[in-house]
């Protein structure tokens, strides 16, 4: 598997990418390609012509959960698809993959933060694959569906407020979910926000994919202003987890960085890194 990073809030040195704060990454497992979000303009494409993709032959977009630094690229999306079908350009029409409640209403503070297309109208233009359950995308990448939350420091604050069943209610990110990638030497994980729990997702990837070896892990680990339950549960975790690496960015702040590196080696992120596992 290759996952090459389109989006995030940092650049690698010396390559003249475009960040913003949000993520996408380009994924290929063998003949089948995929984004897993698409951040929140169209810095992901305008990226992916700099390294030579132009996401027209993409099978699927996975999304993480419903906020707009994760799907505000889905407007583009659509557009470059349109622009495409106009001018005669082959292009595949991808699958989008996500928890059932990703595209529901969602507000913080008054202020909306969902995705702008609603699900109706991403079915007018994507085939989609709305499931709360593991989906296996191909042998060995899963889509976990929803998280199963086990871990008792973490996801317990809502982040504002969601439209559930016509009405509003304090959001607990139920849509949170991740990909995982079993490799030859383990699990590799790619979250968004990890909004679930990091150690969440950790625990139930292993469960999913019958397997405790973790090899990677890369993408948000939502530990920005963690309370000191949070933090020293997140640390006492990593401590005795025995990671071989981890790729920790967006929505970790450097605080937790340098925390995380004294039990894990930790790799830096940016627009144009490309990793690669067998």
Known sequence: MELKVLVDNNTIIDRYYLAEPAVSYLITDGDTKLLFDVGYSDVFIRNARKMDENLTDINYVVI???????????????????????EGINYLNPTVIAHPDVFSYKEYSGDEIGSVLDGKKIQRYFDTRFTDKPFWITDN??????????????NTEPVGRCEQNHAM???????????????????????????????????????????????????????????SILSEGTMDYFKNQHLTKIHPCHCTSLEYKIKLSEYVEVSD???GLSLNYL
């Open 64 to 86: 993480s959960h419903g906020h707009n630094d994760h799907t505000g690229g889905l407007v583009p999306l659509v557009k470059l698809y349109s622009e495409a079908k106009a």
């Open 141 to 154: 990448l899963v889509f976990l569906g929803e998280i199963a939350r086990t871990v008792a420091f973490e």
């Open 169 to 227: 209610c304090d959001d607990y990110i139920r849509d949170d979910s991740a990909l995982v990638y079993k490799s030859s030497l383990g699990l590799v994980i790619i979250t968004g926000c990890s909004h679930a729990g990091i150690c969440n997702i950790i625990e139930y990837a292993k469960v999913v994919c019958g397997d405790d070896r973790v090899v990677d892990i890369i993408g948000g680990f939502h530990l920005l202003d963690a309370d």
């Open 269 to 271: 992120v940016g627009v």
